[in-house]
């Protein structure tokens, strides 16, 4: 016994929407955060920051750039998040203070702008 199968276009059979071996357009990877943890800490002592991006960095990985807006915390001027890797964390470390300073700390990538804060105390 011989059995043919016919798919005609527009009758429910298969009609790829994209061409063969193709995949959809992936979407560009952006910077979705910025934290600090703990979001307070004693001068002289170190806090962890973690840039994130909305997912997987690709190829050699993506470079964040880093930068406080005062000297009482120090960051490092970029960090790298890894081929497959959504997040890193980096050090942020402090000085010495008298008085309560809330520190700005933003991360760039790709155009996206993401900001946080840190408060070193006494």
């Given at each position: 016994?011989l059995?043919?199968?016919v798919?005609?276009?527009?009758?429910?059979?298969?009609?790829?929407?994209?061409p063969?071996?193709?995949?959809?357009?992936?979407?560009?990877?952006?910077?979705?955060d910025?934290?600090?943890?703990?979001?307070?800490?004693?001068?002289?002592?170190?806090?962890?920051?973690?840039?994130?991006?909305?997912?997987?960095?690709?190829?050699?990985?993506?470079?964040?750039?880093?930068?406080?807006?005062?000297?009482?915390?120090?960051?490092?001027?970029?960090?790298?998040?890894?081929?497959?890797?959504?997040?890193?964390?980096?050090?942020?470390?402090?000085?010495?203070?008298?008085?309560?300073?809330?520190?700005?700390?933003?991360?760039?990538?790709?155009?996206?702008?993401?900001?946080?804060?840190?408060?070193?105390?006494?």
């Amino acid at each position: 016994m011989l059995l043919y199968v016919v798919v005609l276009p527009g009758c429910g059979g298969f009609e790829p929407s994209e061409p063969p071996g193709t995949g959809p357009t992936p979407r560009p990877v952006s910077l979705t955060d910025l934290r600090v943890s703990p979001q307070a800490v004693a001068g002289g002592s170190s806090a962890t920051a973690t840039a994130v991006l909305s997912s997987t960095a690709g190829g050699n990985g993506v470079t964040v750039a880093l930068v406080s807006n005062s000297a009482v915390a120090r960051v490092p001027s970029s960090v790298v998040i890894p081929a497959g890797s959504e997040s890193a964390n980096f050090s942020v470390t402090t000085e010495r203070v008298s008085s309560t300073v809330t520190v700005g700390l933003t991360a760039t990538y790709a155009g996206g702008t993401r900001s946080t804060s840190l408060a070193v105390t006494p």
